[in-house]
């Protein structure tokens, strides 16, 4: 099991920047520890959309965000981070950590393929 915390919403103008921190109980990395970690976002009146995911030796973005986000893990701190650059007004939602024990993500996009959760942090863009 994993436990996920979140960080770093927040309210920005339209082509600001922000770095959302997603907290983890444990080591995600390692033989036998690995977790393919995710972020998503759900919008008011709109189903939960998967933004980006790392795993052991990859990083995968949603069309949306590509060349605007940027994932990355920091395994020292059992960190996982998602830097926003660009922030358009249709990226305000709240923001989902999620993991899947596992080295490879096989369904990154699909919130049906994590089982851990974090409570997710607010971000707005006006």
């Known amino acids: 099991h994993v436990q996920l915390v979140e960080s770093g919403g927040g309210s920005v103008q339209a082509g600001g920047s922000l770095r959302l921190s997603c907290a983890a109980s444990r080591a995600t990395y390692g033989s036998g520890r690995w977790y393919c970690m995710g972020w998503f976002r759900q919008a008011p009146g709109k189903e939960r959309e998967g933004v980006a995911a790392?795993?052991?030796?990859?990083?995968r973005y949603a069309d949306s965000v590509k060349g605007r986000f940027t994932i990355s893990k920091d395994n020292a701190k059992n960190t996982l981070y998602l830097q926003m650059n660009s922030l358009k007004p249709e990226d305000s939602a709240m923001y989902y950590c999620?993991?899947?024990?596992?080295?490879?993500?096989?369904?990154?996009?699909?919130?049906?393929?994590?089982?851990?959760w974090g409570q997710g942090t607010q971000v707005t863009v006006s």
């Open positions: 790392i795993d052991s030796d990859t990083t």
């Open positions: 999620a993991a899947e024990a596992g080295a490879y993500c096989s369904r990154f996009d699909s919130d049906s393929a994590y089982t851990y």
